[in-house]
């Protein structure tokens, strides 16, 4: 799926062209997940916002879940990312201990977090992706979905990598 | 007619049980195992319905993720108990996702398939649905194993009851015989060895089963009255072979009872090698007794001289009256000459006393006697009679020349 944008380096094109393959991956697990995911009131639109530099994060646009729900998608660097602002927030490529402080300001306030970047999942986020050669995949926190104000369907928690009881 | 053997009760009681037994045995089977069969098609049929849907909750994420290893896992964390042969999942599209085969599959597959047409008349499927929205289908074909082997189990249970219950219906009629029937066969040989034996004292003995015992009491009430009528009849037969035998006006032997007698006595002389004698009589001046006061009078000196015979013989002589005024003695083993001489001289003196007529008139009279001894004046019945006969008349003779009178 070559929809890369003319305006990237060189560099940043061979790393696009590789991190693009993952996008409709990542789009249908994004997707998924919210839509497994409840929230104390139902959000129409969903409001995802993309924090930081989001490598596989092309596809987010114009999401739509099977109940009919849209997704709003909007980019915003960490430091603007509230709850009140997000209902769910797709954490990109920052630096663990940044990660870290955004999932500790959206703990307990009913946003779902999801971290591109954290393959051992040890940022508190509730959803972390990791990336393996034939699929997108991800592994659920399961402190952090406790603590989140959400409810996640069990059933997901089996899908999870290395989740299964 | 048929010739075929006649059957026995037990054998007919235990034909009737077992065919009895078979019949109930075999009705119940048969209703049980339609009405479980039944009931067991439905419940598989349920539980495979549920199963699918089970599968399709279960593997609905795994869907929606597009997580093919997810959706097997699922599949067999719900499947792997039995009962379950094949799940596959498919797309809207008809493709499939995932198909999931129970590794654990014992039995020949045509057998499988065989087990699985009765059970089943369609795979069980459910609809994968997210959020309203058909997301695929899930298709599972049962695995009829553990209902063939528990079907395998209950029909050899089956036999196995069958078979005791056929051995208890033998024990039954067995009791039932010896309960029943020995009672029954109890009367059957009395009534047997009453009819060839005659032996009518014989009585069927208490069964204690209330219409046996009262056959039984019947029965022996007629043994009873049989038993009556079988003694008189024989007391008379009896007393009817004797009257034969017996000579009416004297009460002794008739010649008939003479000629039966004195082989005999033959007989046992010789086989006793002892002796013994014919006293061959005749009454003297008996015709002129009878022209001169009538046969009435004739009869009763008839009378008078067998009762004077009887007096003077001993227990085991006998006294016969061959007819007219003709009578034979025979003297039982005698020791010798001389014990016969005495018995005739007594014989003699009995008849000297006069007899009393119903006229009034007494009448004397007399024995004339021929003796003949066994073995020495012969050896068989006719040459004694002829030799007693013989010496009768020469002693009537002698007498006569003594007396003037005609004898």
Not at chain 2, 60 to 69: H, M
Request: glycine share 8%; hydrophobic share 45%.
């Amino acid at each position: 799926m070559a929809t890369g944008e003319p305006a990237l380096t060189p560099f940043a094109l061979a790393g696009a062209a590789e991190a693009g393959s993952y996008d409709p991956a990542v789009a249908r697990v994004v997707q998924s997940l919210a839509e497994y995911t409840r929230w104390p009131t139902p959000r129409n639109p969903l409001r995802l916002c993309v924090a930081g530099p989001a490598l596989h994060a092309g596809r987010l646009d114009g999401l739509r879940l099977a109940d009919g729900r849209t997704i709003d998608r909007r980019t915003m660097p960490p430091s603007a990312v509230t709850p009140g602002a997000c209902d769910a927030v797709y954490i990109g490529q920052l630096p663990p201990l940044a990660q870290r402080q955004l999932t500790t300001t959206l703990r307990g306030r009913g946003v779902m977090t999801i971290a591109e970047a954290d393959p051992a999942c040890r940022s508190q986020a509730m959803f972390c992706l990791s990336f393996s050669a034939q699929a997108v995949s991800f592994r659920l926190n399961v402190d952090a979905v406790a603590r989140s104000g959400l409810r996640v369907d069990p059933r997901v928690l089996r899908l999870s990598a290395g989740g299964q009881p | 007619m048929s010739t075929a053997r006649l059957l026995t009760i037990r054998e007919m009681l235990g034909r009737v049980h077992l065919r009895l037994i078979l019949f109930a045995v075999l009705l119940a089977a048969a209703s049980l195992t339609l009405s479980g069969g039944l009931v067991i098609r439905s419940y598989a049929q349920r539980n495979l319905d549920l199963v699918a849907r089970t599968v399709a909750y279960t593997v609905e994420p795994a869907v929606v993720f597009d997580d093919r290893q997810a959706i097997l896992d699922g599949i067999a964390s719900v499947a792997d108990s039995g009962g379950v042969r094949q799940v596959e999942v498919r797309d809207p599209a008809g493709r499939v996702l995932a198909t999931w085969t129970n590794p654990r599959a014992g039995l020949p597959d045509w057998l499988l398939a065989t087990g699985n047409r009765l059970l089943w008349r369609r795979p069980a499927t459910a609809s994968l649905v997210h959020s309203g929205t058909r997301i695929g289908e899930v298709r599972i074909t049962g695995n009829p194993e553990a209902l063939l082997r528990f079907a395998l189990a209950g029909a050899i249970i089956a036999l196995t009851t069958l078979a005791l219950t056929v051995i208890a219906t033998r024990i039954l009629a067995r009791r039932l015989q010896r309960d029943v029937i020995g009672p029954l066969e109890h009367v059957a040989e009395v009534a047997h060895a009453v009819r060839t034996e005659r032996s009518f004292d014989r009585r069927v003995p208490v069964a204690g089963i209330a219409e046996i015992d009262r056959f039984g009491q019947d029965f022996n009430a007629l043994l009873a009255e049989l038993q009556g009528w079988h003694a008189t009849l024989t007391r008379e037969n009896a007393e009817l072979a004797e009257r034969v035998l017996l000579d009416p006006l004297t009460g002794l032997g008739n010649r008939a009872a003479f000629e039966a007698a004195l082989p005999r006595a033959v007989t046992a002389a010789v086989t006793t090698s002892q002796s013994f004698a014919v006293l061959y009589c005749d009454v003297d001046r008996f015709k002129a007794i009878n022209d001169a006061h009538g046969h009435e009078a004739g009869d009763a000196v008839l009378m008078a001289i067998g009762q004077r015979l009887r007096a003077v013989l001993r227990q085991d002589d006998q006294a016969f009256r061959l007819g007219g005024d003709e009578f034979v003695i025979l003297l039982a083993p005698v020791g010798g000459d001389d014990v016969v001489g005495r018995i005739a001289a007594r014989l003699g003196q009995a008849m000297t006393a006069p007899i009393m007529l119903l006229n009034g008139h007494a009448v004397a009279t007399g024995l004339s006697i021929g003796v003949a001894t066994y073995p020495d004046d012969g050896l068989s019945p006719e040459e004694l009679l002829r030799r007693a006969d013989r010496a009768m008349y020469d002693e009537k003779r002698a007498r006569s020349h003594n007396t003037t009178e005609d004898l």
